[in-house]
């Protein structure tokens, strides 16, 4: 129920799970509704950055070259 701004608690970590955004030139086309559980902040950002390269794959796969070029969906 938090804003990534209230619950992530580094600056580099907000930036990291908006990426696959910059990547693909969508910043600012979705919302995004998270659900993340165990392990510490980095390796919760690195699942949020994972699950939205996939979704934004789903979405339209010509993004896919992109987010696999940055390694974004491994």
């Given at each position: 129920g938090l804003k990534a701004e209230e619950y992530?608690?580094?600056?580099q970590s907000k930036m990291v799970i908006l990426?696959?955004?910059?990547?693909?030139?969508?910043?600012?086309?979705f919302d995004?509704?998270?659900?993340?559980?165990g392990?510490?902040?980095?390796?919760?950002?690195?699942?949020?950055?994972?699950?939205i390269a996939r979704a934004l794959t789903a979405f339209d796969p010509a993004l896919r070259p992109a987010l696999k070029?940055?390694?974004?969906?491994?």
């Amino acid at each position: 129920g938090l804003k990534a701004e209230e619950y992530l608690k580094r600056m580099q970590s907000k930036m990291v799970i908006l990426q696959p955004f910059d990547v693909t030139t969508q910043n600012g086309k979705f919302d995004v509704d998270v659900t993340v559980k165990g392990g510490g902040e980095n390796g919760q950002t690195g699942a949020i950055r994972l699950g939205i390269a996939r979704a934004l794959t789903a979405f339209d796969p010509a993004l896919r070259p992109a987010l696999k070029k940055a390694n974004y969906l491994t």
